[in-house]
């Protein structure tokens, strides 16, 4: 099966810590995002990657890192600098980075901090 | 920076009634997608209408575009209880895509 997936479903961590996320993606596309999305509120992106060993920041990437080593991989960090980082967190890919077409979500990750 | 601005933010409706939700943008786009939300899950594609498209159809949905007004509109015919989920519009330009924050549509048996 083709397809993005996202571990864990369920996130608990400790204020303090850092915590990955993970996102793998077997539909041989180019670019990955990360989306975050708060109660009741829109997708606000965090960080994208157009192409491997390359990604730009989105709107919030602050408290946040990335890494882009694999085609498939795009792991998401949220590190001790993110200062309201409980959230529902969305991985997505389009075929290419180019001109913006269809993104595939994966099933999100909930976070939160306790 | 959000641009796809939904409305209503919320709407109720009975089974086998129509469902019209809007979405309003503020600059130019290439193209306009609406994505559907079950509760605690990851968005899904619905349909992508171009800047050179005023509608388009897909089973039970249509979509309309008005460049000059920058707003589209996604009507859903005669909806069914697993219909209800959150719909969100997203517009790309030059950038990656940016979304509303979606009306949550509800519909009664």
């Known amino acids: 099966d083709g397809g993005i997936t996202q571990s864990p479903k369920y996130l608990f961590r400790k204020e303090g810590q850092n915590v990955t996320l993970s996102c793998e993606q077997n539909?041989?596309?180019?670019?990955m995002y990360w989306y975050r999305q708060d109660p009741g509120q829109g997708l606000r992106l965090i960080y994208y990657?157009?192409?491997?060993?390359?990604?730009q920041k989105g709107d919030i990437a602050e408290g946040y890192s990335v890494s882009r080593e694999k085609k498939e991989s795009f792991p998401l960090t949220v590190t001790s600098a993110q200062k309201n980082p409980t959230a529902f967190y969305l991985c997505?890919?389009?075929?290419?980075?180019?001109?913006?077409?269809?993104?595939?979500f994966g099933p999100g990750t909930r976070l939160t901090v306790l | 920076s959000q641009q796809g601005e939904e409305d209503p933010q919320a709407l109720s409706i009975q089974e086998g009634e129509n469902a019209t939700m809007n979405c309003s943008y503020k600059?130019?786009?290439?193209?306009l997608q609406w994505y559907r939300q079950n509760s605690g899950r990851g968005l899904v594609h619905l349909i992508l209408?171009?800047?050179?498209?005023r509608e388009k159809h897909s089973g039970r949905l249509r979509v309309t575009l008005d460049t000059s007004k920058k707003s589209s509109s996604l009507l859903i015919t005669a909806s069914r209880a697993a219909d209800t989920a959150s719909y969100f519009c997203?517009?790309?330009?030059?950038?990656?895509?940016?979304f509303g924050k979606g009306t949550r549509l509800s519909v009664i048996a």
């Open positions: 600059t130019s786009i290439n193209n």
């Open positions: 209408i171009r800047s050179n498209e």
């Open positions: 997505a890919s389009t075929p290419s980075g180019g001109a913006p077409d269809t993104q595939y």
């Open positions: 997203a517009t790309s330009g030059n950038t990656p895509l940016v």
């Open positions: 990657s157009q192409i491997v060993n390359d990604f």
């Open positions: 539909l041989n596309h180019d670019a």
